[in-house]
């Protein structure tokens, strides 16, 4: 039999959307409709949830 190929697993980025200040430890935005279980992506002039498609917009400064 010939040698199965090795998959190149990609590790999880949740821990990317999470800050850590001294002692603490805090989330970043999450979707409004489905609540604090799903993460907002992070757009160049939008915020957008992956789940319900929920977009909120950035304020311009």
């Known amino acids: 039999m010939a ?3 090795v998959k190149n697993k990609k590790q999880s980025e949740i ?5 850590v200040e ?3 430890v805090t ?3 999450y979707c409004q409709r489905c609540g604090p ?10 915020y957008v ?3 319900c498609g ?3 917009v950035k304020k311009k400064e």
Not at 37 to 46: I, M, T, V
């Open 22 to 24: 001294g002692d603490k």
């Open 15 to 19: 821990w990317k959307k999470y800050k």
């Open 3 to 5: 040698k199965k190929k």
């Open 54 to 56: 929920f977009v909120e």
């Open 49 to 51: 949830c992956g789940k």
């Open 37 to 46: 279980s799903s993460f907002l992506a992070d757009h160049k002039d939008r």
């Open 27 to 29: 989330k970043s935005r």
